[in-house]
């Protein structure tokens, strides 16, 4: 049993196994290698989510475990229950394990501490600013596949970098894997510390983008601006930090562009860059389900006899 609630919590020789993992199954998404058959695992997700929660509950089922999913706006949550409190219960109905989505950073590790002694694995799938460990593993590989390797690579990372758990997960598994990693934002959505984490920061697009090999476009996250307004006009935004076809023009045909979704189109991508062959968006979620039932694997310590690609 391992949990995974940040980058740090994985030694490189587990990043490795993940991603050689999630590149067999990848070729064949729609198998089914029933290794946890018997198991119920418990996806709680206390904010809204697509992508991840639909991965999560399809990998699981990929691999022989049943589901059962726990939302915010329909759980006992409502009427004051912690989210410890309905994760113990969630145990006490002898659950397996845990994919947790919060608005709360730090949320997960706290879940983990909390069903440690009972020996249950717990997967954080988003806690508020902090983490979104299976996204940079999945994003990780999605380059891994493209480019051949990930050591060397110049990634740049756009955009609404003060509300990204996406960025600063991918931050640090990136530089950990020997990519330089460029960051790019206006100053109000740059975290004052991040190059800490590993990054080279700027403010001018246009500059962080000569040599890009990789662009990591993130989403504005408007429902939390509404509470903190930190920028002066969506249009200005746009202009200065969206992906248009007049910067797509001047990179070269090989680069690759990224975005964990949900797109504002028009805003951080315009939509013919979201559509453009060099976008693999829609490569990166085929890759989450294979990555997650990697992640899955590791989780419970078991692994899936498939052939190598
Ligand atoms: C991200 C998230 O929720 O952190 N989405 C995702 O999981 N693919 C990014 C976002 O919401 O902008």
Same mark, same amino acid.
């Given at each position: 049993?391992?949990?995974?609630?940040?980058?740090?919590?994985?030694?490189?020789?587990?990043?490795?196994?993940?991603? &050689?993992? /999630? &590149?067999?199954?990848?070729?064949?998404?729609?198998?089914?290698?029933? *290794?946890?058959?018997?198991?119920?695992?418990?996806?709680?997700?206390?904010?809204?989510?697509?992508?991840?929660?639909?991965? #999560?509950?399809?990998?699981?089922?990929?691999?022989?475990? &049943?589901?059962?999913?726990?939302?915010?706006?329909?759980?006992?949550?409502?009427?004051?229950?912690?989210?410890?409190?309905?994760?113990?219960?969630?145990?006490?109905?002898?659950?397996?394990?845990?994919?947790?989505?919060?608005?709360?950073?730090?949320?997960?590790?706290?879940?983990?501490?909390?069903?440690? /002694?009972?020996?249950?694995?717990?997967?954080?799938? !988003?806690?508020?600013?902090?983490?979104?460990?299976?996204?940079?593993?999945?994003?990780?590989?999605?380059?891994?596949?493209?480019?051949?390797?990930?050591?060397?690579?110049? *990634?740049?990372?756009?955009?609404?970098?003060?509300? +990204?758990?996406?960025?600063?997960?991918?931050?640090?598994?990136?530089? %950990?894997?020997?990519?330089?990693?460029?960051?790019?934002?206006?100053?109000?959505?740059?975290?004052?510390?991040?190059? /800490?984490?590993?990054?080279?920061?700027?403010?001018?697009?246009?500059?962080?983008?000569? !040599?890009?090999?990789?662009?990591?476009?993130?989403?504005?996250?408007?429902?939390?601006?509404?509470?903190?307004?930190?920028?002066?006009?969506?249009?200005? #935004?746009?202009?200065?930090?969206?992906?248009? &076809? %007049? %910067?797509?023009?001047?990179?070269?045909?090989?680069?690759?562009?990224?975005?964990?979704?949900?797109?504002?189109?028009?805003?951080?991508?315009?939509? +013919?860059?979201?559509?453009?062959?060099?976008?693999?968006?829609?490569?990166? $979620?085929?890759? !989450? $389900?294979?990555?997650?039932?990697?992640?899955?694997?590791?989780? #419970?310590?078991?692994?899936?006899?498939?052939?190598? /690609?």
């Amino acid at each position: 049993m391992r949990h995974l609630t940040a980058i740090a919590d994985l030694r490189d020789e587990d990043i490795g196994a993940i991603l &050689d993992l /999630a &590149d067999r199954l990848y070729t064949q998404p729609e198998r089914r290698y029933p *290794v946890l058959t018997g198991r119920t695992i418990a996806n709680v997700f206390f904010e809204p989510s697509t992508r991840t929660r639909v991965s #999560f509950e399809l990998a699981a089922r990929r691999l022989g475990a &049943d589901n059962v999913a726990v939302a915010g706006a329909t759980s006992s949550t409502v009427k004051g229950e912690t989210l410890l409190d309905t994760v113990k219960n969630l145990a006490a109905m002898k659950v397996a394990g845990f994919v947790v989505r919060t608005s709360t950073s730090g949320a997960a590790a706290q879940v983990a501490r909390a069903v440690d /002694a009972v020996g249950l694995p717990v997967i954080n799938a !988003g806690d508020g600013l902090h983490e979104h460990p299976t996204q940079a593993l999945l994003d990780a590989g999605t380059i891994r596949r493209h480019k051949r390797r990930i050591a060397g690579l110049t *990634v740049v990372i756009v955009g609404d970098l003060t509300h +990204s758990r996406v960025a600063r997960s991918n931050i640090a598994l990136l530089s %950990r894997l020997g990519a330089k990693v460029r960051v790019v934002a206006p100053r109000t959505l740059m975290p004052v510390d991040i190059e /800490a984490l590993g990054c080279d920061a700027y403010t001018d697009l246009d500059r962080a983008l000569e !040599g890009a090999e990789v662009i990591m476009m993130l989403r504005l996250q408007q429902e939390r601006l509404e509470k903190q307004p930190l920028l002066p006009s969506l249009r200005e #935004f746009s202009q200065r930090y969206g992906l248009d &076809d %007049r %910067r797509l023009a001047r990179l070269p045909a090989d680069v690759l562009v990224m975005h964990p979704g949900p797109i504002n189109r028009g805003v951080e991508l315009r939509s +013919s860059v979201a559509d453009d062959k060099r976008a693999v968006i829609l490569d990166q $979620v085929t890759y !989450g $389900v294979a990555c997650r039932m990697a992640v899955l694997c590791h989780a #419970f310590g078991t692994t899936v006899p498939v052939a190598s /690609a």
